[in-house]
């Protein structure tokens, strides 16, 4: 199952997430995040290789607004901290609560500046097939 998509928009970046789980999706929605903005990690600094370890707590009212204030946050602490994280280690997940921390690495260079993440045609489901989807716009 890929991770996540590109999806076509005039003026900001959309995309649509999969997950086997919710724990999956919102995973793939903050690597599809980074990645299609291309949030490059450093390597070849001295300091660059070691691997950033970042606690992270998010409360929200319902599933949907979770995703979006996950994905705020995560976004906040890369730009204060200029890191980018490529991983989250759950320790507490239910509909309206995250708990646990990110892994990453001190970030290189952005490639598109993502200024918040949106509510505007936003989407989570679960697919027959018990698969997880979702759908999120990016103001760039």
Known sequence: MKKYEILEHKADLKIRVFGK???ELFENAMIGMFE????EPAFA???AGKEIKKEIK?????LPSLLVDFLS???YLSEVNREVYHDIQFKNFSNKNIEGNLLGKKLKRIGI????VTYHNLEVRQKKDKTWQATTLFDI
Do not use: P
């Open 21 to 23: 789980d919710l724990k």
């Open 36 to 39: 299609s903005a291309e949030y």
């Open 45 to 47: 600094e001295a300091t």
């Open 58 to 62: 998010v409360s929200s009212l319902d």
């Open 73 to 75: 946050e995560v976004l």
């Open 113 to 116: 500046q993502i200024k918040g």
